[in-house]
């Protein structure tokens, strides 16, 4: 696959906070499809998000003349409305910037797609700077949650957020004392990032706690946490990942590598809170267990139909193998998980999967914004759709509410070792 060709994004809107001078760990998901979510970390040349290849404009006729005058008239009515604006309304009017953003997004809203979205040009950037490669911040994989604030999934090991004792479940409801509820993801982000070094306070709300409370922490660089591997006992090995960035599958190959030559006599793969990245990586993924096969179909509304497909040879090929999953697998995530389901190759214990199965394309605007248009949709090899839907576990088991026991981890080591 040309990895540089593949100007896709996707995933689920799950960010590592990270600084705003070029970082790695900017994990975002729910928002796009083929080549890169914005990666955790991006590979030595990282894929930026491109423009789709210029083509030549088709040859005029009179339907598209018609076309063409009836957005010029529109164009002329957007004028209309922005002159009398400037002229007539009793207070402070917005710039040229948010009003014509305003406008796109009015226009995108139309369409009924959550995930064909415009990215202003500041948070755009952040996201370019976060395929870099170095990243710094405060350590925590956030979430947008159903009541819009932005609440923590998971701390990373050896982070400011985890030395200020900061856990999952907790939902950052201000910065510096402004609150963020409400906020888009994204400009959430924007005020919580920051250069390492620098200090800011989180106003948390804990659901243990009756009232919120301050923390201040010192942002930091921080060590990318994509894979974490281990021993369970002596004969059953876990694999976490985190995200699909251009890195995934080399990094999960060596980790694998590692464990396999202890012999263990099954394999648990982590998909848990994973929000996807690089469709090519989920591809990578998947080949790492499975043989010979269909991977995924890509269908555009158009009815054209891609066909992704694993190989033989790889080393994880054979070994019992569990997949866990939850809510907040998603998209790449989602792929691997349904392949590995509907090809029998393993067990998935957890519960549903997000069901983020649309594909957008990313094109840069000329003022540095990007416009995220989806562009198509993703089916597992026995033809499921993902989109809306999600995949169900072979066993469900509830994650449970006590943060210090893992009954879905426990489930899945005593499949490994029994069987059943």
Known sequence: MDKGSRNLLYGLLIVIIVVGVGSG??????????????????????????????????????????????????????????????????????????????????MLQTLGDDYTSFIEPNIARIIREDASGSFEGIGALVRLNDAQKVEIVRVIQNSPAEAEELKAGDQIVAVDGKSIVGLGLYEAIGLIRGPAGSQVTLTIER?????????????????????????????????????????????LQREIDSLLVRNPKGLILDLRGNPGGFLDEAIGVAD??????????????????????????????TIPLVVLVDAGSASAS????????????????????????SVQRVHALSDGSELRVTVARWFTPNDRAIHGEGIEPDIVIEAGADAATDPQLDRAVEFLRTGK
């Not at 995924?296 to 190989?311: I, P, V, Y």
């Open 207 to 251: 659901p243990d706690t009756e009232q919120p409370f301050e923390v201040l922490i010192t942002r930091a660089k921080l060590e990318n946490p994509l894979v974490e591997s281990r021993m369970i006992g002596s004969d059953v090995a876990y694999v976490l990942l985190t995200g699909f960035d251009g890195t995934a599958t080399d990094r």
């Open 25 to 106: 760990m900017f994990m975002v998901g729910l928002n796009v499809g083929r080549t890169a979510a914005i990666p955790t970390v991006a590979p030595t040349t990282p894929p930026l998000p491109t423009t789709t290849a210029a083509t030549a404009p088709p040859t005029p006729t009179a339907s598209t003349t018609s076309s063409n005058e009836n957005i010029l008239q529109k164009l002329g009515q957007f004028k209309q409305a922005y002159d009398l604006i400037q002229a007539e309304f009793y207070g402070d009017v917005p710039s040229d910037d948010e009003l014509t953003y305003g406008a796109i997004r009015g």
């Open 288 to 317: 790492l267990f499975l043989g010979d096969g269909v991977v995924l179909f890509e269908r555009q509304k158009d009815g054209n139909e891609e066909t992704f497909r694993s190989d033989d040879g790889d080393l994880a090929e």
């Open 334 to 357: 989602e792929i691997v998980a349904g392949a590995v389901q509907d090809l029998g190759r393993g067990t998935l214990i957890g519960t549903k999967t997000f069901g983020k199965g």
